[in-house]
């Protein structure tokens, strides 16, 4: 197994890398210009010196090593000085955003834990909603419960989350007025009245992405429990007089659930993707609305770390994917 | 040589598999639905913007801020209009008129991203497939392309050549071969996959061996005997790819980083109408429907896609 891990492992550094650079010459050919805000009065030797203070002057090679420095090493380094109060990283450059001046990892510290909110819960409660309802969509198979499923997986998988999100919001801000349609971030939570307006403002949000979750897990999950159902081992199991129940949730749902951790696994790179939507629709300032404005703002080394962290993590929770497949199943660690 | 005598002869006519494929694929309600709709919104949008003859992009004034004629149903003071059957929006322009423009763009940005994302996928898997020198390099690209981050890059993308190909092509073109030729390049890797498995099954059959036996080339191999055995697991694909276009389009619209204002598409006039959907709710729900309805039927004719082109299902 930990051979198995550490191949894994020193696969998915050369697909890092290439995917850093991949992104780092994308964004060279961008045609914006940090210093086309500075007044036009400022000699151009100084706008050249400025320019170069950004770290713009040097050739290709040498900056894309810089940034890789500094994403690998430096922040990281920042990151222990941060927790312990060390000061490891003094004095060393920092990927510095050009819109703020001010090292970008902290921006993005500071938008984490929105994001972390919205849409880990999210996810959290798609999962948990989704394998029930795939389980015994699986089980009973054509019965109305499983019509009934089906469909809302199928819409909650096809309808947009924008528009899943702009309706909740004509129906329950608009119309009804019992949630606030914008996510207030400044909002501390000390207080039982408090936690309440918490909870009202992250009900929409989390249920949009909730659904759409949901509705992939669960087909998963039901495709993979019927696999499963129609084996021979689940008629010995059977057969030998166990009990529905043990046949069902022990034998068959362990089984089907080999490939469904691996795709929820797999879905939450995707998921903090997906919601740059969300987070637009209902103005939660995390990570993916930091994005948009970045882009916006011609702000390339924001864009840059932000696209770059995505990527990191894509690739590790493929690594924790192909990890959890060769725990759960002992055929592929010996492939 | 026999004989072949009245009774030997079958009675029917041999029937293609199509027609076994037509008849599961009838079984499947929600599939046929689906195709059915589709057809439709199709044809609404193609044909109707000459049965529905205003300019979507005629200002009048006068007309602005027209609500749908339904809404005299519970509110009588409600300024409608019989002309403007689904209201007008702040400058007076047709929504019905502008929904099937939108539409247009929607659906052909949808269509032809789909047809750029299976070719390239088909070709990239055929080639992994069949020609072994190939398989490493170009399963690795696919991994690779399965690793980026792919909505955050098409923002990037979006960001880069949108000036370049707008002052090259015009804004409207420029925006529409930028944004076919960002999805169609972000969207082949899972066609890619599954057509690469499938011809490394297919080229272990005997009818492979006995084709190379006879001295085909590899060129009348791949398309003579492999294309047409993978076409099914293609077709299912590009039904998913199609949904997936038409989605990805219209939340780059929505992000503001698509089409610009004057030449919408359904997600385009759903992002401009949030400004104001406390007023004007129907602004937002009819693209809203507009592009849930056509994935949603698209998802479905490619459930039953799948179902009636798979064999061993076709059967029972």
Redesign the interface.
């Known amino acids: 197994m930990l051979n198995f891990t550490i191949r894994r492992l020193v696969i998915s550094i050369p697909t890092l890398i290439i995917i850093s650079l991949v992104i780092f010459l994308l964004l060279e050919m961008a045609p914006g210009d940090p210093m086309a805000q500075v007044p036009l009065t400022v000699p151009p030797d100084v706008k050249q010196k400025m320019r170069e203070a950004l770290g713009l002057g040097e050739p290709i090679p040498i900056r894309y090593w810089k940034w890789l420095v500094q994403f690998f090493w430096i922040e990281p380094l920042n990151l222990i000085d941060y927790m312990f109060g060390t000061g490891l990283a003094e004095g060393k450059l920092r990927v510095i955003s050009w819109q703020t001046r001010s090292p970008v990892m902290e921006i993005v510290a500071q938008r984490i834990p929105q994001t972390l909110w919205v849409v880990g819960m999210s996810y959290v409660i798609g999962t948990l909603i989704a394998l029930p309802i795939g389980i015994i969509s699986a089980y009973r198979q054509y019965s109305w419960f499983d019509q009934i499923g089906t469909f809302v997986s199928m819409v909650g998988f096809s309808v947009p989350t924008f528009f899943t999100g702009v309706l909740l919001i004509v129906i329950f801000s608009v119309n009804l007025g019992w949630f606030p349609s914008i996510y207030d971030t400044t909002l501390v939570v000390d207080s039982w009245q408090s936690f309440v307006q918490q909870i009202r403002q992250m009900i929409m949000p989390v249920s949009v992405l909730a659904l759409y979750n949901a509705a992939q897990i669960s087909r998963f999950m039901r495709a993979s429990m019927l696999d499963n159902l129609n084996q021979d081992y689940v008629r010995t199991a059977r057969a030998k007089g166990l009990t529905e129940r043990t046949v069902v949730l022990v034998h068959v749902l362990r089984n089907s659930m080999i490939p469904v951790v691996t795709v929820i696994a797999l879905g939450v790179p995707q998921v903090f993707g997906g919601a740059i939507i969300t987070e637009q629709v209902f103005k939660v300032n995390g990570l993916g609305q930091l994005l948009i404005t970045a882009i916006q703002a011609n702000d390339l080394p924001m864009v840059q770390t932000l696209t770059f962290i995505f990527a990191v993590l894509i690739v590790v929770f493929n690594l924790i994917a192909d990890i959890l497949y060769g725990i759960l199943d002992p055929r592929i660690r010996y492939d | 040589m026999t004989d072949m005598t009245a009774h030997d002869m079958p009675e029917q006519p041999p029937r293609s598999q199509w027609w076994d494929v037509w008849d599961q694929f009838k079984t499947h309600k929600?599939a046929l639905m689906g195709g059915g709709f589709l057809i439709f919104i199709t044809l609404a949008v193609v044909v109707g913007p000459w049965i529905w003859t205003l300019d979507p992009q005629k200002l009048d004034i006068r007309a602005k801020d027209i609500r749908p004629i339904y809404t005299a149903l519970w509110d009588a003071g409600a300024k409608v209009d019989w002309g403007h059957p689904l209201g007008t929006d702040n400058l007076g322009r047709d929504t019905l008129a502008k929904l099937m423009a939108g539409g247009k763009v929607s659906m052909s940005v949808g269509w032809v991203a789909m047809l750029l994302s299976v070719v390239l996928g088909t070709t990239i898997g055929v080639a992994a497939g069949y020609f072994k020198r190939l398989d490493g390099v170009l399963m690795r690209l696919t991994?690779?392309f399965l690793?980026?981050?792919?909505?955050?890059?098409l923002?990037?993308f979006?960001?880069?050549f949108r000036?370049?190909l707008r002052s090259a092509f015009g804004p409207e073109t420029g925006i529409f071969i930028l944004i076919v030729i960002a999805i169609g390049i972000t969207s082949w890797m899972q066609t890619a996959r599954i057509v690469r498995g499938d011809i490394l099954a297919l080229k272990e059959r005997e009818f492979v061996l006995a084709a190379r036996s006879i001295g085909t080339s590899p060129a009348k191999m791949i398309t003579r005997h492999l294309l047409p055995n993978v076409m099914s697991p293609i077709m299912v694909s590009a039904t998913l790819g199609l949904?997936n276009a038409i989605?990805t389009e219209?939340?780059l619209s929505?992000?503001?980083?698509g089409f610009p204002s004057d030449f919408p598409t359904w997600?385009k006039l759903?992002f401009d109408a949030?400004d104001r959907?406390?007023l004007y709710?129907e602004r937002?729900?009819w693209p809203?429907i507009a592009?849930?309805f056509t994935?949603?039927s698209v998802?479905?004719l490619g459930?039953g896609l799948r179902d009636a082109l798979d064999p061993r299902i076709r059967g029972r």
Do not use: K, Q
Request: aromatic fraction near 4%.
């Open positions: 929600g991994d690779l690793a980026l981050p792919l909505l955050p890059l923002l990037v979006m960001l880069l000036d370049v949904a989605i219209s939340a929505f992000l503001g980083l997600g759903l949030t959907m406390e709710p937002v729900i809203g592009i849930s994935v949603l998802n479905y459930d």
